[in-house]
């Protein structure tokens, strides 16, 4: 059984940062890719951010060039920094993981507003 434990939300004004972090658990290998998701309230679960093993980390539009994500493969951990934050930036963030099948984390949230 593989954990998800995402961690790193709040409350942040508009331009504002915030780290979030995934630390994952059992049996998944560093060669899985991670990431996060996100979903807004009336709104479908998005992409953000992929980190493969290996290959180059892939953002949506709407967070390249203000989101930067980071993986630790000893410590299986996967780290989204996110800077100048918007209100539409509001939402429930998801990690995510594939190991033969997907993962999830429970969500954390993460509201900007001033």
């Known amino acids: 059984q593989v954990q998800l434990v995402e961690s790193g939300g709040g409350l942040v004004q508009p331009g504002g940062s915030l780290r979030l972090s995934c630390a994952a658990s059992?049996?998944?290998?560093?060669?899985?890719?991670m990431g996060w998701y996100r979903q807004a309230p009336g709104k479908q679960r998005e992409l953000v951010a992929l980190?493969?093993?290996?290959?180059?980390?892939n953002y949506a539009d709407s967070v390249k060039g203000r989101f930067t994500i980071s993986r630790d493969l000893r410590k299986k951990t996967v780290d989204l920094q996110m800077n100048s934050l918007k209100p539409d930036d509001t939402a429930v963030y998801y990690c995510?993981?594939?190991?033969?099948?997907?993962?999830w984390g429970q969500g954390t949230q993460v509201t900007v507003s001033s």
């Open positions: 980190i493969p093993s290996g290959s180059m980390p």
């Open positions: 995510y993981a594939y190991s033969g099948k997907a993962y």
């Open positions: 059992g049996s998944i290998f560093s060669t899985n890719v």
